[in-house]
């Protein structure tokens, strides 16, 4: 069976910095009938388990280490085994949120993930957080941006570990020379695509933040 694209929502909390705000994360998950990736296993460990169902989980991908992304992390691979995975530059977040659990492999610019006979590519785009990665699978027309990039421009760039040109050089040189028809499919809220959001890189730029 081709390889399908699921979507969960879990709620939880977002902690930075001294604050706390109510979220709402979306999970992905990538694969067949027989063997999945979950990008960012966000709040509720049961039920990313209960939609991965009795598939193979070969890896937990993080987009990157801000705790509503990463806290059900742990969790998940203990019940499944699977690995998880998170850009190095991002283990100083990570540790503020697991500091006795270490992520279990590095994720690298260029690196390419296989499930279903589906490739995700790597692609390293700081801004929102150092070691913030998106990943783009062009068999299947998506890109998976975590907090990068959302459906009116960038993620928030106003806290720790964050900075608002390297963000918007990320988006420019990595994220939006890719096809114009790639569906976005992000960290919270609703899809957009590179061909929506692409017009509007120069009011993100004037706007500054």
Same mark, same amino acid.
């Given at each position: 069976?081709?390889a399908?694209i699921?979507?969960?929502?879990?709620?939880?909390?977002?902690?930075?910095?001294?604050?706390?705000w109510?979220v709402?994360?979306n999970v992905w998950?990538?694969?067949?009938d027989?063997?999945?990736?979950v990008?960012?296993a966000a709040? &509720?460990?049961?039920?990313? +388990?209960a939609?991965?169902?009795?598939r193979? /989980? *070969?890896a937990i991908?993080?987009?990157? !280490?801000?705790n509503d992304h990463?806290?059900a992390?742990?969790?998940?691979?203990?019940r499944t085994?699977?690995?998880?995975?998170l850009h190095?530059?991002?283990l100083?977040?990570?540790?503020?949120?697991?500091? &006795?659990?270490?992520?279990d +492999?590095?994720?690298?610019d260029g690196?390419? /993930? *296989?499930v279903?006979?589906v490739e995700? !590519?790597v692609l390293?785009?700081?801004?929102?957080a150092?070691?913030?990665?998106c990943l783009?699978?062009?068999?299947?027309?998506?890109?998976?941006t975590?907090d990068?990039l959302?459906?009116?421009?960038?993620?928030?760039?106003?806290?720790?570990?964050?900075h608002?040109?390297t963000i918007?050089?990320?988006i420019?040189?990595?994220?939006l020379a890719?096809?114009?028809e790639t569906?976005?499919l992000?960290?919270?809220?609703?899809?957009?695509?590179?061909?929506?959001e692409a017009?509007?890189?120069?009011?993100w730029?004037?706007r500054g933040?």
């Amino acid at each position: 069976m081709a390889a399908r694209i699921e979507h969960l929502v879990t709620s939880g909390q977002f902690s930075l910095d001294g604050g706390t705000w109510d979220v709402d994360n979306n999970v992905w998950i990538i694969g067949d009938d027989h063997e999945a990736i979950v990008i960012d296993a966000a709040h &509720d460990a049961d039920a990313i +388990a209960a939609a991965v169902g009795d598939r193979r /989980l *070969t890896a937990i991908v993080c987009t990157h !280490a801000h705790n509503d992304h990463i806290d059900a992390a742990p969790e998940l691979a203990a019940r499944t085994g699977a690995p998880i995975l998170l850009h190095g530059d991002d283990l100083p977040l990570w540790k503020q949120t697991h500091p &006795d659990r270490e992520p279990d +492999a590095p994720l690298a610019d260029g690196q390419v /993930l *296989t499930v279903a006979g589906v490739e995700l !590519a790597v692609l390293h785009t700081p801004g929102h957080a150092p070691g913030a990665v998106c990943l783009y699978a062009p068999a299947l027309g998506a890109l998976f941006t975590g907090d990068t990039l959302f459906n009116g421009g960038p993620g928030a760039t106003g806290r720790s570990y964050s900075h608002f040109p390297t963000i918007i050089d990320s988006i420019r040189d990595r994220l939006l020379a890719l096809p114009h028809e790639t569906t976005v499919l992000t960290g919270h809220g609703d899809a957009t695509s590179i061909g929506a959001e692409a017009p509007h890189l120069e009011e993100w730029i004037a706007r500054g933040h």
